[in-house]
């Protein structure tokens, strides 16, 4: 359907680097609603897994991907999906390097698998954050819920703003590639900041005591009022770096943050203990939030 | 449900190497039979990628992997899945490095991306052979097509070696990456051999002239008589390998096929002429066959 043949493809590696890989599939029906933009579609299988070469702080290199499509699909879908994969290939700098396409009794499942490349020894880990470290954030978090909900009717989104906000992620690679040294353990939130932020306590074995006030919420967000306060703290699909930065390199990550053009805010700290999240509002009163795990629909 | 977690994964390439990607997706239904056992299903996902690296001459590294998992699939079926994987992992000398699991409304898919390397610039490829060149093909050539007729009731198999073959291709791995200098181009059987074989001639613009006759056959294959020859020479799933050898290399090609204890058959020669291929039997007359393209069922 997209050229793609069963021949192996060759890479030269970047001399001197190592390589940073991850897979990622996406459903239709699960990660995606079957009338999402077959354009869209395509930028979000591609920017899920540049996120993940983002928390690891690596230069994308390029991916593969295999197709298994339904009998139902239009064929047009693939140009639409194509011409997505197209503009961020050049956005982000991606070759495609080669897969396969099958078919399939089932909805469409598209599978890639990303290649990105660092500095020996300096990729970014969920497991390095230590007590006394800081906790930031990036952008703003709970759009990419909001979206969906957006998107299926249960809130106002005048705009479009949050729809759009879960259909085309901003994976943080140009911030992520610059903070070798500046962060402890970063990773990127796609279950929900509760949960992700929960991993990250677990692999870093800390506890985090997280203020939701200062959790950053876009301006489409902030006017669904206070209500949506959980469903932003627990949705997914925001594909944010959540950080542990220890506090004398403040000004490091602000001067990062700034040449790369990324928001990033104070959340939090990391403490000893054993790996929990706690939360607190402005006053330092707990707050009380059912932390229900994220399902995409 | 295999402990893919969405890490991405670090890798040292080897140095002064080239790396060898491929991605192969199997579909339950389309590719395998939903009653296949599971660990054949995963030894087959592994093999038919190994086989991808075979053709290219390459030394198998690592794969990742996406699995995207109805509700209804028992849960122990995955503990046939990776124990069939972990043989194949020791057998071949590959790392799992990598993947994600997802819930799908379908059926089950399977989706792998493999590594291998090579020697800068001595990867085989299948646009290298040359008017004059012999066609060589390893093992034998259709029990895999035979074992699915097998299985699903429509030829005998006593002792089911077909339906074996079939389950359990054998990736020529040892001897792929023996080929190097020897071999001017080559590729592995999936989609038939007289499909593969046009493939082949269309990617290196040479014409091919096979000796139906000198295809070798299994013992099983034998007793189901020259009413299979067909089925034989346009089923798929052989994942043998199909070369081209100039003649003054044929001591060569045996000694590096007895070192590998792979069997190596001589049948026919690839001539200057338009892409096609010209199928004759013993006595230089045309056989005629319908070259009905593969469905895997």
Redesign the interface.
Known sequence: VLGLA????????PPGR??????????S???FLPDDPADEVGRKLLRVNLS??A??G?VPLGY?????V?ADLPPDWFDGFAAGLAADQDLFGLAL????T??????L?L?L?I??H?A?GT?LR?NGAEAGDDIWITGTVGDGALGLDALQGRVPDPDGGLARRYRRPEPRVALGRRLAGVANAAMDV?DGLLQDLGHLCRASGVAAVLRTDLVPASEAARRLGDGVLERRLSGGDDYELLLAVPPDRTEALRREAAAAGVPVTWIGSFEAGDPKVVTLDADGKPVELARSGWSHF
Chains 1, 2 share one sequence.
Do not use: E, K, Y
């Open positions: 069963d021949d192996a493809a060759l890479l030269t590696p190592q390589l940073v890989l991850a897979a990622d599939a996406m459903v029906g699960v990660h993940d070469l928390a690891m690596a593969l991907m295999t197709v298994s339904p390097l080669g897969g396969d099958t078919s399939t009794t089932g909805p499942v599978s698998t290649l990105g660092v020996p990729a969920r796609s």
